[in-house]
């Protein structure tokens, strides 16, 4: 179509400029400038590359996925760092892959790296300690996302002379820590499972923070003008859509789910409701992203809510492999894609992206001293201050100035590309440091100490004995068994 449109311009200019009776300059300007602006558009709907270069791309993104998992096992190395580095190789560095075209693609790409993350983050958590480390996980997110958004709203200022809600939406944008990394690293790190709930809990809620805040000072930007009263009603919306259709859909689908047994397609049904309950969430003005992790948490913990709500779960097999490969490849992709937006322009911005993370580092580890109590173990707390990394909400929001036009809408990618590479380099220092610390005496926290192993599995068994022998084959509940007999 756009040769064609290209062609009757020509055509239309030429015919034009052959007419003496009419003022043609003004006319002949406004066809060169529109003839110019369809030429930039043809080449901006081109592909991002040829078809052999992006399988080649993704023949290797998978390959250093799957290496990067198994180096990460190994020496504790997250391999978000070599698929960002793969993308700045592949993108900026030899231009295989062009920038510009990847923004256009990135939103619709980060939509469903964001739900499919969020919703394999529920599914991973307990519930029950959700619950019980609530208090700790929200004390940590709330506290840890001001401390950042106020550390980078003030070198912003200061620094780079920015205006303040220039400088306060870039905060935001960075402001909290990338569920998509740190559901990854809390699996592999030996923690205490309480421990885990917080990191993954705490870093839900500044994905969501971050994204809700970040969408508010967008249009503030745009206005000039920041309504504190708007911000607070967004986020208490945000927050009543979110629990209403995790909950609302989440629990009626949980039983539908059990119904369905081990039916061929019961995970891709499952995935076509989380598809559309994103579409409502975002029509009614939330980011999907509290929706999907609930949405994930009421299916991941069936078999504890199954008995409050007193309904029959048969017993199936739900170790589906696909969710994990399908998670696997969505979060591979989305870092090479972060990658692939770094830009080297000015020295300044690579300097002050270094210095606010190691900033950060430090009010990290403040707010970790004033949230965690001594229940938890030195292993513990190091873990918690050194988990920093940013990602997936700071990539995708940085994108946002560059389409909206705001003021110093390149710098924004480009600083936070660094926030999130420094970030990303310090956890991994932080958790190999981690490692030299020596198992803790108890066993409610960290590592456990070799001779206290028989003994927990010995505890779990019994649990779990107890939980089997609270269920009849028909689902409901029997009277529990005598010690003696159970002896």
Do not use: C
């Not at 519930?127 to 506290?143: E, G, M, P, Y």
């Not at 499952?270 to 992790?293: C, P, R």
């Not at 991994?428 to 456990?448: A, D, H, N, Q, Y």
């Amino acid at each position: 179509m756009n040769p064609i449109i290209l062609s009757f311009l020509n055509l239309f200019k030429d015919q034009i400029g052959d007419i003496s009776n009419f003022d043609s300059t003004m006319i002949l300007e406004k066809l060169t400038e529109l003839q110019n602006s369809i030429g930039a558009l043809s080449i901006q709907d081109g592909p991002i590359a040829s078809a052999h270069v992006i399988l080649l791309a993704a023949g290797v993104v998978i390959f250093l996925g799957v290496a990067g998992e198994a180096f990460f096992k190994k020496t504790g190395i997250p391999d978000v760092a070599f698929l960002m580095i793969l993308g700045v190789v592949i993108g900026p560095v030899f231009g295989l892959i062009q920038p510009e075209a990847v923004i256009r693609v990135v939103p619709y790409f980060a939509a469903l790296a964001l739900i499919i993350i969020m919703f394999d983050g529920g599914l991973n958590l307990d519930i029950k300690r959700v619950v019980k480390t609530v208090h700790f996980s929200i004390t940590l997110a709330i506290l840890g996302f001001i401390l950042s958004v106020a550390i980078i709203t003030l070198a912003a200022h200061f620094a780079l002379g920015w205006m303040w809600l220039d400088s306060i939406l870039l905060g935001s944008i960075v402001g909290g820590s990338s569920s998509a990394i740190v559901f990854g690293l809390v699996r592999n790190v030996k923690i205490s499972d309480d421990t885990k709930s917080i990191l993954s809990f705490e870093s839900a809620v500044t994905d969501i923070l971050a994204t809700i805040i970040a969408f508010i000072l967008f249009e503030a930007v745009l206005s000039g003008h920041f309504d504190l009263q708007t911000l607070e009603e967004t986020i208490g919306r945000a927050i009543v859509v979110g629990l209403v259709l995790g909950f609302g859909v989440g629990i009626p689908w949980m039983y539908v789910s059990s119904k369905l047994g081990n039916a061929q397609h019961a995970y891709m049904l499952t995935l076509g409701i989380l598809f559309v309950l994103f579409f409502l969430a975002n029509s009614f003005g939330e980011s999907g992203a509290l929706t999907a992790l609930v949405f994930g948490l009421m299916i991941g913990n069936k078999s504890h809510l199954s008995k409050i709500l007193r309904f029959k779960l048969p017993r199936v097999e739900m170790d589906d492999p696909t969710h994990n490969q399908l998670t696997f490849l969505v979060r591979s992709f989305f870092f090479v894609f972060v990658g692939l937006m770094a830009s080297f322009g000015k020295i300044e911005y690579i300097v002050f992206g270094i210095l606010t993370t190691i900033a950060i580092y430090y009010g990290r580890a403040l707010v970790s001293k004033i949230t965690l109590t001594k229940k938890f173990s030195k292993l513990d707390k190091a873990v918690t201050k050194s988990m920093i990394p940013r990602g997936l909400a700071a990539a995708v929001l940085a994108t946002y100035p560059i389409t909206m036009g705001l003021p110093n809408s390149e710098a924004y990618s480009q600083i936070v590309f660094f926030i999130i590479l420094s970030s990303v380099m310090i956890t991994t220092v932080g958790l190999g440091k981690s490692k030299r610390i020596p198992p803790p005496e108890s066993i409610e926290g960290g590592f456990v100490k070799p001779e206290n192993i028989e003994e927990n599995i010995g505890k779990e068994q019994t649990e779990t004995l107890e939980d089997f022998q609270n269920e009849s084959v028909e689902g409901g509940f029997v009277k529990p068994v005598e010690d003696s007999q159970r002896k």
